[in-house]
């Protein structure tokens, strides 16, 4: 039977009251009404012997109550329907170090540092097995550091736009935002730097890139890749897909990657159609099926 003799009282002031129910009565979290409920239930000795009926539609049990109203004795009122909310994190001698970090010099190639930069440098030096880039971003505002977006000097932007109007690697027809991104990571111009980066320093130079990446074979790479797809199909096939053709292309080394985009290009300009590429075994086996059910 839930009470209000108990070792931890509820006894709230008319002011408190008040409080409780402006909260009940305001737009908010469910589960912060219901303990204002519950405490201005377990207040009122006329109501403890409801608070059992209440159980039910506030989704709570007399164990949540036992707490609720401890928390309320011990804590006060504020503790008893917020909670008490965890410091967010590193505190001490890993805080001291991330902010130390951080005050350093930033990489070469960058103007300061970034949560993203932070991260990974407190891996590789061990001050902490893993951290997320809110984390460093809220340790850092406590020392009142921003981190900012991290651009590239004006050396970096300079190498990136040769780069773009560099000869693009072999096996490509052009420039690629992606190719690009991770070949001015390669060359150590940038630790690293997002796509929309590279978009804007390309924008001041009137440089645009296209979005999808073209491959460009010799002769005698596209003629073993249509020989191929001309080939009798994998056993269980009733023909050749773009998937199979990429992996065997790959498996024979033909070429070191290639995408099934690509492959598609590539077989478009022969006329011919990988199709669907159905499993001959899955066919022939519903066919022996039906010709069993006729006879």
């Not at 006060?76 to 917020?82: E, P, S």
């Not at 072999?170 to 111009?189: A, D, H, P, T």
């Not at 804007?200 to 890139?209: G, M, V």
Request: hydrophobic letters at 40%; a positive charge.
């Amino acid at each position: 039977m839930i009470t209000n003799k108990s070792a931890y009282p509820v006894k709230l002031t008319p002011e408190e009251r008040r409080y409780l129910w402006r909260i009940i009565r305001s737009g908010g979290n469910v589960q912060k009404k219901n303990r204002c409920r519950i405490l201005l239930a377990l207040s009122d000795a006329k109501r403890t012997a409801s608070v059992r009926q209440m159980l039910p539609v506030l989704q709570t049990s007399e164990a949540r109550i036992s707490r609720l109203r401890r928390k309320f004795f011990e804590k006060g009122l504020a503790v008893a329907i917020n909670g008490l909310r965890k410091p967010r994190g590193f505190t001490g001698p890993v805080a001291d170090k991330i902010v130390a970090l951080a005050r350093t010099p930033a990489p070469e190639g960058r103007k300061r540092w970034t949560s993203a930069l932070l991260v990974r440098r407190i891996v590789e030096l061990k001050i902490a097995e893993t951290i997320s880039e809110e984390t460093v971003r809220t340790v850092l505002k406590r020392a009142n550091i921003n981190t900012g977006w991290g651009r590239c000097t004006g050396k970096s932007e300079a190498e990136i736009v040769a780069l773009a109007r560099s000869a693009p690697p072999q096996g490509y027809e052009r420039w690629n935002v992606n190719l690009l991104v991770r070949r001015i990571v390669e060359l150590k111009i940038a630790p690293c730097i997002s796509r929309q980066s590279v978009l804007k320093i390309l924008k001041k130079e009137n440089l645009t890139l296209p979005r999808g990446v073209v491959r460009k074979f010799d002769s005698e790479t596209v003629a073993k890749i249509i020989a191929l797809a001309r080939s009798a199909p994998p056993q269980g096939y009733e023909r050749w897909t773009s998937e199979l053709l990429a992996r065997r292309i790959v498996e024979l080394k033909i070429a070191e990657t290639i995408s099934k985009g690509t492959v598609r290009n590539v077989l478009k300009r022969a006329n011919i159609n990988t199709g669907r590429g159905k499993r001959a075994k899955i066919k022939a086996r519903n066919q022996a099926r039906l010709n069993g059910e006729i006879d």
